[in-house]
């Protein structure tokens, strides 16, 4: 079974330029998340998405991020204009169902840079 | 509010030894928890969970033990082994899939 894709694996930017990162979750796996993990921190969720539609984005700081599931498969989250402390690895994540009980599968993350 | 805590930044640990790592949550409407190790450059893998109507799930070396009334988990990996060496994440669930993440422990497994 193949993983969770995510791309670019790196990526350096100045504040206020934007930035996108694209995630391709498991074949089947209807559930979506994207989270933020800060270094030193635990993961921190962003958004929820279950096929197409958000679930959850209460924590998302919509005023600068965005994100979509077109055709509930891949996702893009955007950060637009960036500041210094959107510096993190962004994961996604996909699982079969949600709910509790199913554990995650986790992609190799996107790392961010804000200069 | 950090809702689940893990209070030990690191642990090191001699080979063939018990490793003991620990999280603390504060939610009592958490049902759910499970444990998670990430290597350097990977995302976090699944290790094990628990059901909160359980108090103990084993999976060959890995040992996660809940005490509810205490809101306190832990997790045992006997023997430890070099490969062990990674962050460990505790994280807590409800219903809709969200996972709470603690801070992590780094764990050192001396060879």
């Known amino acids: 079974e193949a993983g969770v894709a995510q791309s670019p694996r790196y990526k350096i930017i100045e504040k206020r330029q934007s930035v996108a990162f694209w995630c391709n979750p498991i074949s089947g796996h209807a559930t979506l998340y994207w989270y933020q993990q800060i270094l030193g921190q635990g993961p921190k969720l962003l958004i929820q998405f279950q096929n197409n539609g958000v679930v959850d984005d209460s924590q998302l700081p919509k005023d600068r991020f965005s994100a979509e599931r077109l055709k509930g498969v891949d996702s893009t989250l955007k950060i637009q204009p960036a500041k210094l402390e959107d510096s993190a690895v962004y994961l996604c994540?996909?699982?079969?169902?949600?709910?509790?009980?199913?554990?995650?599968?986790f992609g190799s993350g996107t790392r961010l840079t804000v200069v | 509010d950090q809702q689940v805590k893990q209070n030990s930044p690191s642990l090191s640990v001699q080979e063939g030894r018990i490793s003991i790592l620990n999280c603390d949550y504060t939610n009592s409407m958490f049902d759910y928890f499970l444990w998670y190790k990430k290597y350097p450059a990977e995302g976090p893998t699944f290790l094990i969970s628990?059901?909160?109507?359980?108090d103990k799930n084993e999976d060959g070396r890995f040992t996660v033990f809940l005490n509810k009334s205490a809101k306190h988990l832990s997790l045992h990996i006997v023997p430890s082994q070099p490969g062990d060496s990674a962050v460990y994440f505790c994280a807590a669930s409800r219903d809709t899939g969200k996972l709470i993440f603690g801070q992590g422990t780094t764990l050192q497994v001396k060879p």
């Open positions: 994540a996909s699982s079969y169902l949600s709910g509790q009980g199913h554990g995650y599968t």
């Open positions: 628990i059901s909160s109507i359980k």
